[in-house]
């Protein structure tokens, strides 16, 4: 992951989605015990700068 731009907490709490501005992707890890650990997946964007989770309709 090449420049973590923002991330942000899922309203679970439960995962962490992390933007990579000059990776263009966004990467998620599980958050637990205070730490996060990667999951792997990884979405390619070009350059996401603002991670937001809105609310459902």
């Known amino acids: 992951m090449r420049t ?3 991330f942000n907490f899922d309203p679970t709490g439960k995962w962490v989605v992390i ?3 000059d990776g263009d992707s ?3 890890a ?3 015990n205070g730490a996060a650990k990667l999951t792997g997946n990884i979405l390619k ?5 603002c991670i937001k989770f809105l ?3």
Not at 45 to 49: I, L
């Open 55 to 57: 609310p459902k309709p």
């Open 19 to 21: 933007g990579s501005q």
């Open 45 to 49: 964007v070009g350059a996401p700068v």
């Open 4 to 6: 973590p731009r923002n």
């Open 30 to 32: 599980e958050w637990s």
């Open 26 to 28: 966004v990467h998620t």
